[in-house]
């Protein structure tokens, strides 16, 4: 829980520090001044009070001290309990629509029961939660966030080729999902995208995918293979946690970075080739990763995180580069069949347990 919570910090914390609020035209925007993009909010915490009324038309660009920013989000709750809101046009370069923006509104409320759509964007659903096959309309290019959570009797979803984007959370708690094509325009999943989708056994990502958020697969225990795309920099914190059944993973060599927990509780995966470009590995990161018998740290990584390999019960082999100057604390704790391990003279430190109980 305690390492869960850091993510989340960690995750949120730019949003706070780069958002400024400004009112243009009758809405209210958080600016991103160094993206120069701008997110569409509501304008009190109190949703009750959110005054959106009428015809809204958002811009494409809005204008604020002389510096142009591109409206590429509908922020969380930003027209929600807008009960005099009668009709909202959004422009086609929004990237991300935040959890229930439109909840409650006089226009979500006029829709029909069943799967909302916004121009191209899919919205969610309305009354009874779809169940059984569902296909999301052509023409739609991004899904927002949470917009099909725990729709747990979807059994399989048919993605469209002009899709994307797929927010956070979108497909949360959808355990009765088996399978899962991503089309070869998405460009961006969001964070926790497929979260406790327990009966997901495949999944195929594009190499058009750009963009993958923390969490994606978090807790798909059906999850057996999984290949991560070409050009994707970075496994992000969570991306793998608890896929216990996931036997193979292929990591290309664009990676740079693994995140916090990324594989934690793999204990089905037989082994793993960490790319050569890596230069970080998070604590934690493959935690509990029972069946792994060797690893080879690439040249660049400079520390070996806390508990990095903990509980790697089967490794017995593992290559430190020369270059490498801290092993942390609990790094290699309980691998109990680790028969030996050549420390470099770059080593400067060594945490405490960090080879506990390697009998």
């Known amino acids: 829980m305690k390492n869960l919570l850091l993510f989340l910090f960690m995750f949120f914390l730019p949003i706070v520090i780069l958002a400024e609020k400004v009112k243009i035209n009758g809405v209210y925007y ?49 027209f929600s309990n807008c009960s005099n809101l009668t009709s909202v046009t959004i422009p086609n ?11 409650n509104s006089g226009w979500y409320n006029n829709q029909p029961e ?33 917009a099909l959570i725990n729709c747990s009797e979807l059994t399989s979803i048919s993605l ?22 991503i089309p070869d325009n998405v460009i961006s999943i969001d964070d926790w995208a497929f979260r406790d989708c327990s009966g997901i056994i495949s999944a195929t990502i594009p190499n058009s995918v750009k963009i993958m958020g923390g969490a994606v697969f978090y807790n798909c225990s059906s999850l057996i293979s999984a290949v991560v795309p070409n050009g994707i920099t970075s496994i992000k914190g969570y991306t793998f946690w608890e896929c216990s059944s996931l036997t193979s993973v292929s990591i290309p060599n664009s990676i740079t970075s693994i995140g916090e927990c990324a594989f934690s509780g ?7 080739s960490i790319p050569c470009n890596v230069v970080s590995i998070g604590r934690e990161a ?31 082999s593992v290559n430190i580069p020369v270059g490498l100057t801290s092993i942390d ?9 680790l028969e030996s391990v050549n420390i470099p003279n770059t080593v400067n430190s060594i945490g405490e347990r960090a080879f506990y109980k390697c009998i």
């Open 30 to 78: 958080n600016l991103n001044e160094s993206e120069k993009t701008a997110e569409v909010t509501y304008e009190t915490r109190s949703f009750n009070e959110n005054t959106y009324s009428g015809e809204l038309i958002i811009p494409n660009e809005i204008t604020h001290d002389n510096e142009t920013y591109t409206v590429s989000s509908i922020g969380e709750y930003a």
């Open 93 to 103: 370069n929004v990237i991300s629509i935040g959890r229930d923006a439109f909840l």
């Open 114 to 146: 069943g799967v909302i759509y916004l121009s191209n964007f899919m919205i969610g659903y309305k009354g009874e939660k779809p169940i059984g096959k569902l296909t999301i309309s052509d023409g739609t290019t991004l899904i927002a966030d949470r």
């Open 160 to 181: 469209p080729n002009s899709l994307k984007y797929i927010g956070k959370e979108t497909f949360f708690g959808c355990s009765g999902i088996t399978s899962i094509t």
């Open 266 to 272: 793999c204990k089905s995966l037989n082994s793993i």
């Open 286 to 316: 493959f935690v509990h990763c029972e069946k792994i018998t060797s690893i080879v740290i690439p040249v660049g990584v400079t520390k070996i995180d806390i508990g990095a390999f903990m509980h790697c019960s089967s490794l017995n």
């Open 329 to 337: 604390t609990d790094a290699f704790y309980e691998c109990y069949n």
